[in-house]
């Protein structure tokens, strides 16, 4: 499971790298970058919690 939750941050943030070099998108690029942070912070404290 926690792989899966970085496999979709990396993804989220390359989507966010790549609308902000284009800037075609506006606010829905700032929000997958949100998105890609939540998921890596639940990430780091679940596998926290499983040690």
Do not use: K, Q
Request: hydrophobic share 70%; charged share 5%.
């Amino acid at each position: 499971m926690n792989s899966l939750l970085y496999i979709i941050a990396v993804i989220l943030i390359i989507g966010w790298a790549i609308g902000v070099f284009f800037t075609t998108v506006g606010g829905l690029i700032h929000i997958l970058l949100v998105i890609a942070i939540i998921a890596l912070l639940l990430g780091v404290i679940r596998r926290s919690t499983a040690l």
